[in-house]
T-cell receptor, first 116, second 112 residues
Framework: KAGVTQTPRYLIKTRGQQVTLSCSPISGHRSVSWYQQTPGQGLQFLFEYFSETQRNKGNFPGRFSGRQFSNSRSEMNVSTLELGDSALYLC???????????????FGEGSWLTVV | GENVEQHPSTLSVQEGDSAVIKCTYS??????FPWYKQELGKRPQLIIDIRSNVGEKKDQRIAVTLNKTAKHFSLHITETQPEDSAVYFC???????????FGQGTILTVHP
């Protein structure tokens, strides 16, 4: 069974630009979450989608947005990029459903974003 | 919101020794506690998890213990091997969809 797939793996953008990252969850998983990983802040939750609806959101500015498609694939977008947005962006998938708790979360390899 | 503290930040052991990493959490409603291993440049990989209705769980050389009263949980690795060298993250969740709150990580180095 294929794991969580993220594209692109590496990208370099200029300040002020916008970027879109893509994620395909494990087959059968309907919940997709996004995390930002930086050396200073560690792993931080961005948002979670299930059945094309955002169910949860972390403490990030509105420049960070996402969406989920009917096939559970998800994209996240960062607009007006800042130097501090340089990070590893990780997508995670789980079965989801009505249960809030206990659904095992699996991470993809991530998208390395560098803002110059 | 939830806050997870992880100690130590670095841990160096000799091959064959045991390693213990400890985490505390603040939200008593948290009920799911996974541990992830992340090698350099790779994704966080789930190595073991425990739910709040269980006090201890073991998988070969890895074990996790949970003390709900004290709100802390620990990872135990026995008979460490050089390939155990990585960054280990604890996390707490189960109170909101898709969200895990992570500790700051422990860099484990196992010397041959």
């Amino acid at each position: 069974k294929a794991g969580v797939t993220q594209t692109p793996r590496y990208l370099i953008k200029t300040r002020g630009q916008q970027v879109t990252l893509s994620c395909s969850p494990i087959s059968g998983h309907r919940s997709v979450s996004w995390y930002q990983q930086t050396p200073g802040q560690g792993l931080q939750f961005l948002f979670e989608y299930f059945s094309e609806t955002q169910r949860n959101k972390g403490n990030f500015p509105g420049r960070f947005s996402g969406r989920q498609f009917s096939n559970s694939r998800s994209e996240m977008n960062v607009s007006t990029l800042e130097l501090g947005d340089s990070a590893l962006y990780l997508c995670a998938s789980s079965l989801g459903g009505d249960r809030i708790s206990g659904n095992t979360i699996y991470f993809g390899e991530g998208s390395w974003l560098t803002v110059v | 919101g939830e806050n997870v503290e992880q100690h130590p930040s670095t841990l160096s052991v000799q091959e064959g020794d045991s390693a213990v990493i400890k985490c505390t959490y603040s939200d008593s409603a948290s009920n799911y506690f996974p541990w992830y291993k992340q090698e350099l440049g790779k994704r966080p990989q789930l190595i073991i998890d425990i739910r709040s209705n269980v006090g201890e769980k073991k998988d070969q050389r890895i074990a996790v213990t949970l003390n709900k009263t004290a709100k802390h949980f620990s990872l135990h690795i026995t008979e460490t091997q050089p390939e155990d060298s990585a960054v280990y993250f604890c996390a707490a969740g189960g109170t909101s969809y898709g969200k895990l709150t992570f500790g700051q990580g422990t860099i484990l180095t196992v010397h041959p």
